[in-house]
């Protein structure tokens, strides 16, 4: 069973950074894509960005220019540096791994953006 682990979560500040992180019990390179989801209360879990195999990156465009996503095959870790954070960013962030037809996900680390 795969197992997707994320940390870095954190209160911060409005225009504050925090870099998360995923880290996988398999060799990132079996997945084709990785990506970053998120929830808030009361809404559905909607797409932050995405990394290929090949390092092909899809942002959603709320977070286009602030989130930078990377993944480190060797380390077997993802990553999302989040820059000039709003309140609205606040939520669960989630890892996902994609293999085929199959979805792998993380337990979630929650972001509060708030002063």
């Known amino acids: 069973q795969v197992q997707l682990v994320e940390s870095g979560g954190d209160l911060v500040q409005p225009g504050g950074s925090l870099r998360l992180s995923c880290a996988a019990s398999e060799r990132l390179v079996s997945f084709a894509v990785m990506g970053w989801y998120r929830q808030s209360p009361g809404k559905q879990r909607e797409l932050v960005a995405t990394?290929?195999?090949?390092?092909?990156?899809n942002y959603a465009d709320s977070v286009k220019g602030r989130f930078t996503v990377s993944r480190d095959n060797a380390k077997s870790t993802m990553s999302l540096q989040m820059n000039s954070l709003k309140p609205e960013d606040t939520a669960v962030y989630y890892c996902n791994a994609r293999r085929g037809m199959l979805n792998f996900w993380g337990q979630g680390t929650q972001v509060t953006v708030s002063s």
């Open positions: 990394i290929t195999n090949g390092l092909l990156t």
